[in-house]
């Protein structure tokens, strides 16, 4: 599969692996458990050139590069999660200016995100609408220069920490009840608050945001009003194969641990990794974790070489990387005995953050539903 890559691909997926072991597992150790962004944190990713492939070389990035959103996430996922939490924000929250924004705002918001100094977030999940976005019920309604947005937002990943975002809103009309746009939102703004910090199973910066007459300069509309949809779509297109990637990270630090716990765990007057039971669990995990990275790989140069299957091959590779790496790691507490359930123990950490996984960005349903989607519009 590392053939598919170039020599720069590679090159980079190297620098990303040097950057989580020597860099950002020594940080992990140190911050443990976060519910928000501190400060070494962000500096350690601002400078760790992992933004850089999500924002075009003209805006302070190396040049958007789905290849490379996902050689990032792969590295980091596994040895810090709230980590690769962040970068994946910086991309749901930065992509939608990339692809919409007009010249002003890609140079008044772009670099500053491709530089670490703020960061972003992404919000369409509200109460009543999940997977069902046209259930959305925030609104905007127009006065004089500004727009004034009523609602509430909810499982907002990096809301505490953000320093801005992107909000998906309806905008209706008489033709089009439920059209949405897009509005870029700062914090400060009077009317945006966070309402409710909410703590997950595993480490996250996830919030509820409350928007009580969240007055926002028309200027500030990302594309044309009603846009919004299509603008989420094609966000969530990009960034659902990278959830894959995340997970294929988290597997592989599973089986990593796994092989090591077996090599040296003594049962029966034996290393457990004798035992076929044993060794055929490492010998699934390798192949769950392989057919995941051919999956997230392809969809990821589908993306980069603008090919139209790109989009089911990445809801493919999501749903098929989070459902093999949820198995690993289950197969990798196995393999722990007792020592895997521990709290604190890698593998125990990594059941609980590969979960979420399995839920966002459109749950495992929602992927089939496009897949099948797909298929069925497909001419024979
Ligand atoms: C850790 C985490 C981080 C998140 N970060 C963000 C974020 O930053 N920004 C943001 O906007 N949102 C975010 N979300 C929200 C996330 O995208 C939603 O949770 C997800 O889309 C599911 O919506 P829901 O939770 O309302 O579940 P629901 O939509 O209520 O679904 C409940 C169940 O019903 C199933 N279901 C629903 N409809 C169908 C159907 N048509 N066919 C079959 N089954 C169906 C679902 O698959 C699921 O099993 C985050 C969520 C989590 C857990």
Same mark, same amino acid.
């Given at each position: 599969m590392h053939s598919l890559l170039s020599q720069e691909d590679l090159a980079f997926k190297a620098h990303c692996e040097a950057f989580a072991s020597q860099t950002l597992a020594p940080l992990a150790k140190k911050l443990g458990d976060i519910n $928000?962004?501190?400060?070494?944190l962000r500096t350690c #990713? *601002?400078?760790?050139?992992?933004?850089?492939p999500l924002f075009p070389e003209a805006y302070g990035g190396t040049g958007l590069s789905a290849v490379r959103i996902c050689l990032a996430r792969e590295a980091i996922a596994g040895v810090y999660?709230?980590?690769?939490?962040?970068?994946?924000?910086?991309?749901?929250?930065?992509y939608p200016i990339v692809l919409?924004?007009?010249? $002003?705002?890609?140079?008044?918001?772009?670099?500053? #995100? *491709?530089?670490?100094?703020?960061?972003t977030t992404f919000c369409l999940t509200e109460p009543e609408a999940g997977s069902d976005v046209s259930a959305i019920q925030t609104r905007a309604v127009a006065d004089g220069d500004h727009f004034v947005i009523n609602g509430r937002k909810r499982f907002?990943?990096?809301?505490?920490?953000?320093?801005?975002?992107?909000?998906?809103?309806k905008t209706p009309t008489a033709e089009k009840p439920n059209a949405l746009s897009a509005f870029i939102i700062e914090k400060g703004m009077p009317g945006w608050n966070v309402d409710w910090r909410i703590e997950l199973m595993a480490s996250h910066d996830i919030v509820e945001f409350e928007f009580n007459n969240l007055r926002v300069?028309?200027?500030?509309?990302l594309g044309p009003v009603g846009g919004g949809f299509k603008l989420a779509m094609q966000t969530l297109d990009l960034m659902r194969m990278s959830v894959g990637a995340a997970a294929l990270g988290m597997a592989r630090t599973a089986m990593e641990r796994s092989i090591q716990y077996a090599r040296k765990r003594v049962q029966f007057g034996q290393q457990i990794s004798k035992f076929q039971g044993v060794s055929f669990k490492l010998a699934e995990m390798a192949v769950d974790i392989e057919a995941a990275q051919c999956l997230v790989y392809l969809a990821a140069i589908k993306k980069?070489?603008?090919?139209?299957?790109?989009?089911?091959?990445?809801?493919?590779?999501?749903?098929?990387?989070?459902?093999?790496?949820?198995?690993?790691?289950?197969?990798a507490i196995q393999v722990h005995g007792g020592m895997g359930v521990v709290k604190g123990a890698v593998v125990e950490r990594l059941y609980r953050e590969i979960r979420p996984l399995r839920v966002y960005e459109g749950t495992t349903e929602i992927q089939k539903l496009i897949i099948a989607n797909h298929l069925i519009k497909q001419p024979k």
């Open positions: $928000d962004v501190p400060q070494e #990713l *601002a400078e760790s050139g992992l933004y850089g999660a709230p980590a690769d939490t962040t970068l994946a924000m910086q991309g749901l929250g930065g919409a924004g007009n010249e $002003d705002q890609k140079k008044k918001y772009l670099p500053k #995100l *491709a530089a670490g100094q703020r960061l907002i990943s990096n809301g505490f920490s953000a320093d801005m975002g992107v909000v998906f809103v300069p028309k200027e500030n509309l980069d070489r603008s090919d139209p299957a790109a989009s089911l091959s990445s809801s493919i590779a999501k749903l098929h990387a989070t459902e093999a790496a949820f198995r690993c790691i289950d197969q």
